[in-house]
Antibody, heavy 122, light 109 residues
């Protein structure tokens, strides 16, 4: 079935790095735009980063620009988020999500992973 | 950036009630408005896209309406599984600015 599975979260010290992965299955990954969305403990949803189907167009929310890098490997059906210079405020559950209807996400994100927890603390 | 404001922030209702949640955008977003449901410890689930289109597999008791700056999500007859937090999301601007509302927590009265 259509599925996204994140991995790579954990506990890291401020200033440290983590690389999140998202493995896709059950659909043609290379046809879809993808995003990372996070949720801090007890808070709402925050869109973090977006990549189009070929990887040629990328966006970041301002708070992570210059620190996070999104990428994808369509041959491996995988999405990544390299997170550097981590801060306490990056602590959150990170979800990967698929843009519905093959577009850039205007019609919402229709498939989500279960989330992976990133905790930034000394 | 476009700001999204949901009201109320929380709501208590009973099984069988009709419930309406409102989302207001800080500028015109035409019909680029989506609604999600999130249960504790779970990922969000897309309910409504393009303001009023029901996502496949979502029960027909959920409906969305509105355009421009004012939108509503209505649950016609609350079921036990509907108690959750609901988020609106605007997708009018570039993906860098696909902002969410702050959420509405729907609780059992």
């Amino acid at each position: 079935q259509v599925q996204l599975v994140e991995s790579g979260g954990g506990l890291v010290k401020p200033g440290g790095s983590l690389r999140l992965s998202c493995a896709a299955s059950g659909f043609t990954f290379s046809d879809y735009y993808m995003s990372w969305i996070r949720q801090a403990p007890g808070k709402g949803l925050e869109w973090v980063s977006y990549i189009n189907s070929s990887g040629s167009t990328i966006y970041y929310t301002d708070s992570v620009k210059g620190r996070f890098t999104i990428s994808r490997d369509n041959a491996k059906n995988s999405l990544y988020l390299q997170m550097n210079s981590l801060r306490a405020e990056d602590t959150a559950v990170y979800y990967c999500a698929r843009a519905s209807r093959g577009g850039p996400g205007a019609y919402g994100m229709d498939v989500w992973g279960q989330g992976t927890t990133v905790t930034v603390s000394s | 950036d476009i700001q999204m404001t949901q009201s109320p922030s929380s709501l208590s209702a009973s099984i069988g009630d009709r419930v309406t949640i409102t989302c207001r955008a800080s500028q015109n977003i035409t019909s680029y408005l989506n609604w999600y449901q999130q249960k504790p410890g779970k990922a969000p689930k897309l309910l409504i896209y393009a303001a009023s289109s029901l996502q496949s597999g979502v029960p027909a008791r959920f409906s969305g309406s509105g355009s421009g700056t004012d939108f509503t999500l209505t649950i016609s007859s609350l079921q036990p599984e509907d108690f959750a937090t609901y988020y609106c999301q605007q997708t009018y601007s570039t993906p860098r600015e696909y902002t969410f509302g702050q959420g509405t927590k729907l609780e059992i009265k």
